[in-house]
Each structure stands twice: as structure tokens, then as C-alpha cells.
């Protein structure tokens, strides 16, 4: 006996809408994305973070169709813009710039930030590691990492650096006083100490960059791509870098692990992440796309050319490495005893 017209079209629509609430979420979300993005870069425009966030935003553009739009949110080391990042619907529209310092060091910081890395976002894939470098002007008399320890410790308080507070070049130096205070085995001498410098606070890098240019500060550890163009200009030095080994843009410049502190490494770094819950399928669509437009190609070479190494990770890795990121700078605050500014 057969059922009614009207009451079979009724089970068959059930029946297509039963099948279409199995399928997975890949398959349910195949239009995404429909809109444009917004990527928060939480940091003002113009700096080293702008310009990655900038070239990622360019290059996701092209490789997803849609427009990805740059929302600088500065404040607090980069936590604000993170803050709002984690509250944003996790619908694969809204993607933050992670980093050291918001996703790391801001953690250690008191009061610490509002979000947790595990519980509010989904980091998709770090875009590169930048070596820090430990630079003065050109006319200084020091000439190497050893005469600026030595002349530290013989003229306490005549050394000053640009520090702008929990920043990767911040940490840099406290890492390189911590080092030089702790011997072998863990504990202090007289002949193990750390050098007499004086920090003078600056609310940016750009700033603080520009009083080592003027010479009203002795040294400052900032980013490589910030520093190289007064490097190869004349009117700045480079007493060391902050990478195990050294860069082929500077050979000349040996790392602070050569200069008889082997393991000194202080780098910056930066990736995409979303916030926590944005479905599977964009997750994944988004680790690929990131692998693809950096891992060997114009884009990873060009951020490569001005001082950074590009790393184009998978997701479980970048969340993995940010974890382990967030343990080692944390022993370093701690000890420094730095807080938010």
C-alpha cells in the first residue's frame, strides 16, 4: 500500500535533513568563508608585529578569496587586542596575531591577562622566529659583548639600555643578567655577576630605537628587522645575536652562545590564531593555507630577507611550542620580579 503523495515528500525531507545533520563538519561548512576577515594585530601600526600581521593578511586574501582586514588593538604588551580576540565569535572571521609577549610573557606578568591559551584560542600556525640583537651606536668605544660586560662591571651605572617593559629585547636582557649571575650548578660568586646597567623605560621599540640612534641611551636588544637598515647604513653596531648561531645577514656578528654563553637563546616570534571553538574544518583549511603561502615561497623568502626565519608550523606544534614559551619566560619574569607597566 503506498503512502500519500504529501506524506512522502514529508519523510523524505526528514530524511535529507537527518542525513545532513551526520555529515561532517567539513562538509556542512564547504561556503566558508562567505565574508570578509578581520585579523587583530595587538599592536600599534608601523612596528615589526604590523608588518607581519600586514604581509599574513595579504597573503590569506589571495589564498582565501575574502578580504582579511588588519584591526590594530595596542595596549597592555598586546594583551588587549588579545583579550578581544578571545571573546570574538568563533565563527573563522576573526583571527588575532599571536606572540611572545601577549601569548607568552604576559602570562608570568602580575596582574597576568584575562585569557588562558588553552581555554580561550586555537593557535593554527606560527609564521617565524626573529633573532633579537644587542646593538650600539656606532661611535661607542665597545666593540664587543666582553668589553661591554667588562666595562660594565668596572663602571657601575654608566651603561644604559632602551627598555621597553616585557618586551622580547626586555627579556633578552634579563636573560643575559640572570646567565651572567648564576655559575655553574646554579649558584653566584663574586666572579659570576651580572652587569651593572641601567634600564630607562620607553612606552615603544620605535622610540626607544631612536634614542640609541641619538645616543642617549648606551645599547638596546631589539629585533633584527628593526635594526639591520642602521646596521648597514653605518649608524649602528652590532655587539651580538640572540639566535643559537649566527644570521647570514650579519656574519660578521657572532651569537651571545659563541661569545662563551652557550644555550643563550632570546628570540621573537609571532603566528595566526583563532578563537577557541571555531569549528574544525576552518581550523584545518587555515593551518594548510598558512603551511602553503609560507613554507618555500615569495612570501617566507621576503620576511626572510629582512632578518627573520620562517617557520610556517602545524597547528599542534605552534600550541605546543607557545606552551613551552610560556614555562621558560615565566622563570625569567619571575626572577627579574617584572611587572606590568
Known amino acids: 500500500m503506498s503512502l500519500p503523495v504529501h506524506r512522502r515528500q514529508v519523510l523524505s525531507a526528514t530524511a535529507a535533513l537527518m542525513g545532513a545533520s551526520l555529515l561532517p563538519a567539513a562538509a556542512q561548512n564547504t561556503e566558508w568563508p562567505t565574508k570578509p576577515l578581520r585579523l587583530i594585530v595587538p599592536f600599534p601600526a608601523g612596528g615589526t608585529s604590523d608588518m607581519l600581521g600586514r604581509t599574513a593578511a595579504a597573503e590569506l586574501s589571495k589564498s582565501l578569496g575574502q578580504p582579511v582586514t588588519v584591526d590594530n588593538i595596542p595596549g597592555a604588551g598586546g594583551a588587549t587586542g588579545c583579550s578581544v580576540a578571545a571573546k570574538a565569535p568563533a565563527d573563522g572571521y576573526t583571527l588575532v596575531l599571536s606572540g611572545i609577549g601577549s601569548n607568552a610573557i604576559a602570562h608570568a606578568l602580575t596582574p597576568p591577562p584575562a585569557y588562558e591559551e588553552e581555554r580561550d584560542f586555537i593557535h593554527i600556525s606560527q609564521i617565524n622566529a626573529g633573532a633579537n640583537v644587542l646593538i650600539v651606536p656606532a661611535s661607542a668605544p665597545i666593540k664587543t659583548l666582553g668589553e661591554m660586560i667588562d666595562f660594565s662591571k668596572k663602571n657601575p651605572g654608566k651603561l644604559s639600555y632602551a627598555q621597553v617593559n616585557a618586551s622580547s629585547g626586555h627579556l633578552a636582557m634579563e636573560l643575559l643578567r640572570q646567565t651572567l649571575t648564576t655559575c655553574v650548578g646554579g649558584t653566584a660568586t663574586a666572579n659570576c655577576s651580572a652587569p651593572s646597567i641601567t634600564g630607562m623605560p620607553f612606552a615603544g621599540g620605535g622610540p626607544a630605537l631612536s634614542a640609541v640612534l641619538d645616543n642617549k641611551v648606551s645599547m638596546m636588544f631589539t629585533n633584527l628587522d628593526a635594526a639591520l637598515p642602521h646596521l648597514r647604513s653605518g649608524k649602528l653596531r652590532a655587539l651580538a645575536i640572540t639566535s643559537l648561531f649566527r644570521s647570514p645577514l650579519l656574519p660578521d656578528v657572532p ?37 602553503r603561502i609560507f613554507k618555500n615561497t615569495p612570501a617566507g623568502q621576503q620576511l626572510e630577507a629582512v632578518g627573520f626565519m620562517v617557520m610556517a608550523s602545524r597547528s599542534a606544534d605552534y600550541k605546543a611550542f607557545i606552551l613551552s614559551e610560556a614555562r621558560r619566560w615565566g622563570r625569567v619574569v619571575r626572577a627579574a620580579g617584572i611587572k606590568n607597566s
Open 255 to 291: 651569537s651571545v652562545s659563541e661569545s662563551g654563553y652557550p644555550g643563550f637563546m632570546a628570540v621573537s616570534w609571532a603566528g595566526v590564531s583563532v578563537p577557541a571553538g571555531t569549528p574544525a574544518n576552518i581550523v584545518t583549511r587555515l593551518e594548510k593555507d598558512m603551511m
